[in-house]
């Protein structure tokens, strides 16, 4: 008796019960977490503008490779970038955005046409993936040119204190990491 | 509802807990009793542990999600049960942890020419790890910071620790009258691996912008130190087709002395309040190893805040660079600094207490046991004949255990009953509150056939109506052969 009662203690111990698992839910894991940076930040005051006269007072091509990052190329899946531009110059301006491959070529363009001052601040959002441009432009964008155009006279002054063209950008970037 | 045995669930459960053991401490009928309290009574004239089989323990607990919550089969989306049952609902204080032991061989036997004297030795190897949640940034890869703009994700959520260590002890037992009872024990340490990561502070934070939309700030302090580690790492990624057995032979070699050495001790007392109370505590592992072995330390420190490329005119205008990413990125490795090291660095043990105050009654022959309590009369003219001078038929009592952690002390708290049935079986249970459980019931049964003594013990038991759902799990055995007189 007491030798039963021992192995049914001993039993006691050594099995257990479990409700049913599944571990193949991990497989089912998704994380999407949206990532949010600034992109670039441009100024330039009148004074550059007035100096360069009508057209083109700025124009270069830097490299730029954020997107290019293995974890956001790869698991990118929709992404936004929002410009803010504000001109108290007295010129109306443009703005163009391009974003470049490694070849240089153009794979997106974004222009502004500015107004001179009194003008209210332009916010535009730009969306990729489902709903907007193709995710490959962000994936494959590897450097960015910014031209800078005075669409006015290479005189006038504002009559604001430091008067200047101000240009911002963030991005945002919703990625899926299984 | 579905059967599985312990032996699955324990290698499938990654998590466990706090080295706590409880239904062992003070249950002298077996031996092993003598490593959580070398000052515990020893009733035995020798005893020799099965090589390998004498001391097996594993301890697996988690203070948060359990893995039910997490894989049942209930029809609920994994992201929703992930994001409900562990990112929303644990906080750093909640924690995973895993520890076992395996004993190699012990052997203990009393002085001929000082019976008071109960000599032990032996080697054992120890794994632990424990990995607190790391709250903050479980969010922050969960939602990413582009919702949480203003939120500072702390950094000193990342804590963990982890080793395997073999240790090699010797210890002596030591009756000094009827009522005290003392004990202590070296031991020498041989660090396998070792690795931890604790004390980090900083933060992660995403702004509004000064000038620019958005201000990213990374303030960091935070260092991961390793021993043995890198060498494990290294034999994996040659990939030949000696992997395994170079992976044994490191293993061994890192295990018998050939790695990182420490040197630590054991003491404890036992002490009879009256004739049939006794009070007991231990302090174990008071000790350090030193790290000068196969060590590799990383750290990242320093602070640093984008707000991404910038171009203002007319100072850019001139010496214009195009490679204002490199730029960028060299900025910000500049500012937030990561290095790795070969320092040597020593670790502290994580100490152990014990503490139990115990009351013996039953129908037992006390005023014979009163003097031979200790259970050292063994010179062959033991008064209780083939009896195992055992003091007690049933015992009542509480015990404390606390354990230094990586944040700070953690305590455990247990009332026990303890009974003996016959000179065959000994059984005690416990019933304990931790961090883990405020339910856990634990029962321990220790059996005596001859020379042959076999014990099992588990933790709480009620867990194991739904294991996988259970916070804590114990499960220690062994077989020993022992003389507790003449045998």
């Known amino acids: 008796m007491k030798t039963i009662l021992i192995f049914c203690c001993c039993l006691l111990l050594m099995v257990s019960c479990s409700e049913e698992q599944d571990f193949n839910q991990v497989d089912d894991l998704s994380l999407q977490p949206s990532l949010a940076s600034s992109l670039l930040y441009f100024e330039s005051n009148e004074d550059t503008m007035n100096a360069a006269g009508t057209g083109v007072f700025f124009s270069e091509v830097f490299t730029f490779e954020a997107f290019k990052e293995k974890f956001i190329a790869d698991e990118v899946v929709e992404g936004t970038i929002t410009y803010q531009i ?29 107004e001179p001052q009194p003008t209210a601040a332009l916010e535009r959002q730009v969306n990729f993936g489902p709903n907007g441009e193709s995710l490959e432009i962000l994936r494959n964008t590897a450097k960015i040119r910014i031209s800078a155009t005075n669409e006015g006279d290479g005189s006038s002054q504002s009559t604001l204190t430091d008067p200047k063209l101000v240009f911002k950008s963030s991005a945002t970037v919703v990625l899926n990491v299984e | ?17 706090a080295q706590n053991k409880a239904v062992l401490y003070d249950f002298y009928e077996v031996p ?11 009733p035995y004239k020798w005893h020799a542990g099965v090589p390998l089989l004498s001391g ?3 301890q697996a607990g988690t203070s948060g999600v359990t893995v039910n919550d997490l894989f049942a089969n209930d029809g609920v989306d994994f992201n929703t049960k992930i994001r409900e049952r562990a990112i929303y609902s644990m906080s750093q204080r909640d924690e995973f942890s895993l520890s076992g032991q395996l004993e190699l061989f012990t052997v203990g036997f009393r002085g001929k020419n000082n019976p008071d004297n109960y000599y032990s030795f032996g080697m054992y190897g120890e794994g632990f790890f424990s990995q607190f949640w790391p709250q903050d940034l479980a969010i922050l890869a969960f939602e990413g910071n582009a919702t949480n703009i203003g939120r500072r994700f702390d950094l000193s959520h990342l804590t963990n620790q982890g080793e395997v260590v073999n240790v090699l002890h010797f210890g002596v ?3 000094l009258d009827e009522d005290w009872t003392i004990g202590a024990r070296a031991k020498l340490y041989s660090s396998v691996l070792e690795f931890k990561t604790k004390g980090n502070s900083g933060y992660f934070e995403t702004t509004l912008g000064e000038q620019n939309i958005l201000r990213n700030t990374v303030v960091a302090d935070l260092s991961l130190e390793t021993s043995g580690l890198q060498e494990f790492i290294d034999i994996i990624d040659e990939d030949s087709n000696t992997t395994q057995e170079d992976l044994i032979n490191k293993f061994i070699s890192r295990s018998l002395f050939g790695g990182n050495l420490g ?6 007392f036992t002490h009879n309040l009256s004739a049939n109370t006794l009070v007991t505590g231990s302090l174990l592992d008071v000790g350090f190893i030193y790290h000068n072995n196969a060590v590799k330390n990383y750290s990242v420190t320093g602070s640093a805040n984008n707000e991404g490329l910038e171009i203002i005119l007319p100072e850019d205008l001139a010496n214009f660079n195009t490679d204002l990413w490199q730029e960028l990125v060299d900025d910000i490795e500049e500012q937030v600094d990561y290095t790795t090291d070969a320092s040597s660095w020593v670790s502290l043990r994580p100490v152990k207490l014990y503490a139990s105050i115990r009351h013996n009654f039953g129908n037992t022959s006390t005023k014979t046991v009163r003097r031979d309590n200790c259970g050292c009369a063994f010179n062959g003219a033991g008064s209780s004949g083939s009896s195992q001078n055992i003091d007690y038929k049933n015992a009542v009592g509480a015990q404390l255990f606390m354990i230094n952690r990586p944040k700070g002390p953690q305590a455990a708290l ?14 005690k249970t416990t019933y304990t509150i931790d961090k883990y459980s405020l339910s856990n019931i634990g029962l321990g049964l220790n059996f005596q056939a001859g020379p042959v003594n076999f014990y099992i013990m588990g933790d709480n038991l009620l867990g194991y109506r739904n294991v996988a759902d259970s916070h804590y799990a114990s499960l220690q055995f062994g077989f020993n052969i022992l003389s507790w007189n003449d045998n």
């Not at chain 1, 007295?90 to 500015?114: C, H, M, R, T, W």
């Not at chain 2, 509802?1 to 807990?17: A, E, P, S, W, Y």
């Open chain 2, 173 to 175: 037992n030591k009756r």
């Open chain 1, 86 to 114: 504000e001109n108290t110059t007295s010129k109306s301006l443009g703005l163009l955005i391009e974003f470049l491959n490694e070849a240089d070529v153009v794979l997106y363009q974004e222009p502004f046409a500015i």
């Open chain 2, 1 to 17: 509802m579905k059967k599985i045995n312990v032996l699955f669930f324990l290698v499938g459960l990654v998590f466990c807990t």
């Open chain 2, 32 to 42: 092993q009793a003598l490593l959580l309290n070398p000052g515990v009574k020893a």
């Open chain 2, 263 to 268: 040197l630590g001790f054991d003491v404890g």
């Open chain 2, 414 to 427: 247990s009332a026990f009953y303890q009974k003996r049935l016959g000179n065959i079986l000994a059984l």
């Open chain 2, 56 to 58: 097996f323990s594993m």
